[in-house]
Structures are given as C-alpha cells and as structure tokens.
C-alpha cells in the first residue's frame, strides 16, 4: 500500500491541495453570504450588476437594472424590456473559487501565483459581466434560444476561459511548467 502511495503521491497532493482550497474558500465565501439579510443581495452580486448595467448602457439607452424588493436579484431590463435576472450565481464567484483551486494545486512561485490568481481573477469577472451583458441582448432578440443560451452556450464560454487559463498556467508558471528553451 505505501509504494502506491510513494508512486501516486504528485496526484494525491494535487488532489488533496484542489479540495482543501475548494472547501476552505467555499466555506469563507458562504460565511460572506450569511451575512447578508434573507432577501438582500450581496456586494459581489450587486458589483456585477451595477457593472453590467454601465456595459449594456455603453450600447443601449434605455436598457437599465433594478433591485427587487421581494428576492435577492436585480432585474435586468434591455431596451426597456424584462429580460433577465442576476441572481448570487451569477456573480461567477463559484468559478473564480474553482480556477484559483486548481492554480493552488498546482503552484509555482509564490508571486507569480499570487499574480496569476489576482490576473486571472480579474479577467473571469470582466468576461462574466460582458457574458452577462451579451447574454441579456441575445435574449431579447432571440427569447426563444434562451435556454441553449443561458445553460448551454454561455456556460462552455465562461468555463473554456477557464480551462484555458489553466492550461497557460500549467504550461508556462506552474512548478511542473516545461523548462526547454526550443
């Protein structure tokens, strides 16, 4: 049992460092939320709203947002009209926790990580807001692709940043990151 232990040891530790960091920032993150009121939006939700309203409003006058007062969302209006929800899952906090999971597991220096992350982090949250944002006038165009869409379409967008994020980041930063020189 232990030469199996010796022999899968990089992928244990990888998996053991992703599910530690997953679990421990799913935990704060839930903390965050509990400190919201039942029907109130937290700040990241509201972020992401107030930032997708300046995008759409670059393109769209009369398009706009609006908090409801009965459930934790904004309505999002485009040309007037109501066409979407945000809602706490579509902050793409979820998301940013599993790309800096597996960037953990597979760390490299400490600043280049940090820097990754943060960079990363960043560039998640700026294509969510303008998935949001296309996602909103493509519903008003097309209602009727609604569902391939918001559950097909838009969720392979935002997860194949990420995928190609950590490719970039296992190929050129991680400690396993090919060191030749071709």
Known sequence: MKKYFIL???FLLFLSTFFL??????????????????????????MVSDNTEQVIQ??????????????PYTKLFFNSKYVARIVEGCNAISVIILFISFVVSFSGKLKTTLLFILGGS???????????????ALIFYFPKYEPFLHEVLFPL???GVVFML?????RNFSRYASKDTK
């Open 157 to 159: 967008y935002i997860y």
């Open 122 to 136: 960043l560039i998640i949250y700026v294509l969510n807001v303008l998935r949001i944002s296309v996602l909103s």
């Open 166 to 170: 950590w490719l970039i980041w296992v």
């Open 58 to 71: 670059l393109f769209n006058q009369q398009s706009y947002i609006e908090e409801s007062t009965t459930h």
């Open 8 to 10: 899968y040891k990089p």
């Open 21 to 46: 960091t997953y679990i421990v920032l799913t935990f704060l993150y839930q903390q965050f939320l509990n400190g919201f009121e039942e029907n109130k939006i937290d700040s990241f939700t509201r």
